[in-house]
């Protein structure tokens, strides 16, 4: 939508175009050899050829834009990766080992505080915490 309003969408016609074509060939060969969990495969290929097209090509040729790609790798991807990694590592590992089911709970518990705590902390910036304080101070009134 940025690249839109500042007439800078003619530049970056590349990476939408390898992001469908690597999602469409992905997928067919994915889904033909797996089911519906290639198709998914094709969509997370499609999602990872996007976001290495905007950091070598788009964001070289996008220039009435100012940003730094050090800062967008840093909050737009590395803080949100850290919020789910318990979570992420929680369901790996379920996935992987027979475990009863208290210790499956337990280990589900742990991961949703520990992504919660890594939101809150890392995932959030300032004035996002205190929008949801405020709300929650609202909640708690009614």
């Not at 969990?37 to 050829?49: E, K, N, P, Y």
């Not at 905007?54 to 730094?68: A, H, S, W």
């Not at 803080?79 to 009863?100: E, G, K, Q």
């Amino acid at each position: 939508m940025t690249l839109i309003g500042t007439g800078q969408q003619r530049l970056v016609t590349i990476t939408p175009l390898l992001e469908g074509i690597s999602n469409l060939v992905v997928s067919l060969i994915a889904g033909y050899l797996f089911g519906a969990i290639g198709v998914a495969i094709g969509t997370l290929v499609r999602g990872i050829v996007g976001v290495l097209g905007n950091f070598v090509y788009n964001m070289k040729r996008t220039v009435q834009i100012e940003f730094c790609i050090g800062d967008y790798l840093r909050d737009g991807l590395l803080r949100p990766l850290a919020c789910a990694l318990p979570l992420t590592a929680a369901i790996v590992t379920l996935s992987l080992y027979d475990s009863p089911v208290v210790r499956g709970y337990l280990l589900i518990g742990t991961a949703l505080v520990s992504a919660a705590l890594l939101l809150w902390r890392l995932g959030l910036v300032g004035s996002e915490r205190e929008k949801l304080r405020s709300w929650c101070i609202l909640l708690m009134q009614s």
